[in-house]
């Protein structure tokens, strides 16, 4: 149980191009999607939380204009990395928290990540 | 001070040999304890999660949590070589659902 889907597991584009990676959740319903980002040898940097139906909430430093992220549905969540740049040039990975209530958080379970390269 | 710090450096266990990771954070309203393994190039991948403050096993892992110390710790018995990754500690606080990530522990299982 507790799967996450991600999508595409790699990217290699022109500078410039917009590029789209989608999350979902195939085995259960997240309200809360989160995306990270992580730098060779760093570890995870916490970009947004995606919450579905309403606007996501981004970490400072982030732009948000420049990583959009729609959550449209309990399954689905969408980062967009607008006019990417060689310095946008990442591992992107999402997740997904199982919910289910209780006083404390549950895990957070995560997609395969996309290996984003931008020439 | 950094919300969670792993401060050891890889660690090189034999195969069979307890490997030991330890993790501590600065916010006491941490409630939820979370111990993640990523394969280099990978995503990582839930080991262990803990709540309360004692030990909880699951198979060959146990997490051991100290809230009045404010350290996690994780236990790996019979280290075999599917175990060499990196270890991270998660942390989060409750009704926060964000979780704060320690930079990692490399482990390497030695044959």
């Known amino acids: 149980g507790a799967v996450v889907s991600q999508h595409p597991s790699r990217v290699i584009c022109k500078s410039g191009t917009s590029v789209k990676i989608e999350c979902r959740s195939l085995?259960?319903?997240?309200?809360?999607m989160f995306w990270y980002r992580q730098f060779p040898k760093q570890s995870l940097m916490l970009m947004a939380t995606?919450?579905?139906?309403?606007?996501?909430?981004?970490e400072q430093g982030v732009e948000k204009d420049k990583f959009l992220i729609n959550h449209a549905s309990l399954t689905l969540s969408t980062l967009t990395v607008t006019s990417a740049h060689p310095e946008d040039s990442s591992f992107y990975i999402c997740?997904?928290?199982?919910?289910?209530?209780?006083?404390?958080?549950?895990?957070?379970?995560f997609g395969d990540g996309t290996r984003l390269s931008i020439l | 001070q950094k919300e969670v710090e792993q401060n050891s450096g890889p660690l090189s266990v034999p195969e069979g040999a307890i490997a030991s990771l330890n993790c501590t954070y600065s916010?006491?309203?941490?409630?939820?304890f979370f111990w993640y393994r990523q394969y280099s190039g990978k995503s990582p991948e839930l080991i262990m999660f803990?709540?309360?403050?004692g030990d909880k096993e699951d198979g060959r892992f146990t997490a051991q949590l100290n809230k009045a110390s404010q350290y996690v710790s994780l236990l790996i018995r019979d280290s075999q070589p599917s175990d060499s990754a990196t270890y991270l500690c998660?942390?989060?606080?409750?009704?926060?659902?964000?979780?704060?990530f320690g930079k990692g522990n490399q482990v390497v299982v030695i044959p």
């Open positions: 995606s919450n579905e139906g309403s606007k996501a909430t981004y």
């Open positions: 085995d259960f319903q997240a309200t809360t």
């Open positions: 997740s997904a928290e199982t919910g289910g209530g209780g006083y404390s958080n549950q895990p957070q379970h």
């Open positions: 998660a942390v989060a606080t409750y009704g926060n659902n964000r979780l704060a």
């Open positions: 916010d006491r309203g941490s409630q939820s």
């Open positions: 803990i709540y309360s403050n």
